[in-house]
T-cell receptor, first 118, second 113 residues
Framework: GAVVSQHPSRVICKSGTSVKIECRSLDFQATTMFWYRQFPKQSLMLMATSNEGSKATYEQGVEKDKFLINHASLTLSTLTVTSAHPEDSSFYIC??????????????FGPGTRLLVL | DQQVKQNSPSLSVQEGRISILNCDYTNSMFDYFLWYKKYPAEGPTFLISISSIKDKNEDGRFTVFLNKSAKHLSLHIVPSQPGDSAVYFCAASFSGGYQKVTFGTGTKLQVIP
């Protein structure tokens, strides 16, 4: 089946530093990747939609200069949290959709990255 | 603004019995609904979906019911098995090609052997 990996799975950083999270589709090509954030006891909130080779589309309220998304290839998207602050501590999950359109059912999720900013 | 709500954060059910997970939504424009299952340290995996033109969709032990007038859907698992223990997310979307989905807060199901 389709596998999506994320790296790192867990990261602790100091306030003010930047953190990069990678999302890879291991056995399929993903035209579109999505980045979600989940706070404790809350739902997965879509942050942005990333299309290979073009700029990401951010959801309302998400700072594009703070959460930099790069989708340089059909198998890799990165999320960089710049100048991280404690309130950015959260669980970040990516998902990848099959190239060629696919469907909502063919959106595959990574295992998530737990970010803790001290 | 939470457009998709799962009011029960947790549910315990005896093995062999029926599990019923509920979900409510507020945006009447949603016309496509999905359920995902999530194990610890893994991403959500797609379970079952339903279009608003239907009121029921069945796949093996899993059945999703949709009540459009009440903006309510439910997932029935019968018989429940210990391996079903996981967090279940309800999600809503639009039936067009765009793949964006809006998730609920999740319900943690525990099936007791």
């Amino acid at each position: 089946g389709a596998v999506v990996s994320q790296h790192p799975s867990r990261v602790i950083c100091k306030s003010g530093t930047s953190v990069k999270i990678e999302c890879r589709s291991l056995d399929f090509q993903a035209t579109t990747m999505f980045w979600y954030r989940q706070f404790p006891k809350q739902s997965l909130m879509l942050m942005a939609t990333s299309n290979e080779g073009s700029k990401a589309t951010y959801e309302q309220g998400v700072e594009k200069d703070k959460f930099l998304i790069n989708h340089a290839s059909l198998t890799l998207s990165t999320l960089t949290v710049t100048s991280a602050h404690p309130e950015d501590s959260s669980f970040y999950i990516c998902s990848a959709a099959l190239a060629g359109g696919g469907s909502k059912e063919t959106q595959y999720f990574g295992p998530g990255t737990r970010l803790l900013v001290l | 603004d939470q457009q998709v709500k799962q009011n029960s954060p947790s549910l315990s059910v005896q093995e062999g019995r029926i599990s019923i997970l509920n979900c409510d939504y507020t945006n009447s424009m949603f016309d496509y609904f999905l359920w995902y299952k999530k194990y610890p340290a893994e991403g959500p995996t797609f379970l079952i979906s339903i279009s608003s033109i239907k009121d029921k969709n069945e796949d093996g032990r899993f059945t999703v019911f949709l009540n459009k007038s009440a903006k309510h859907l439910s997932l029935h698992i019968v018989p429940s098995q210990p391996g079903d223990s996981a967090v279940y997310f309800c999600a809503a979307s639009f039936s067009g090609g765009y793949q964006k989905v809006t998730f609920g807060t999740g319900t943690k199901l525990q099936v007791i052997p």
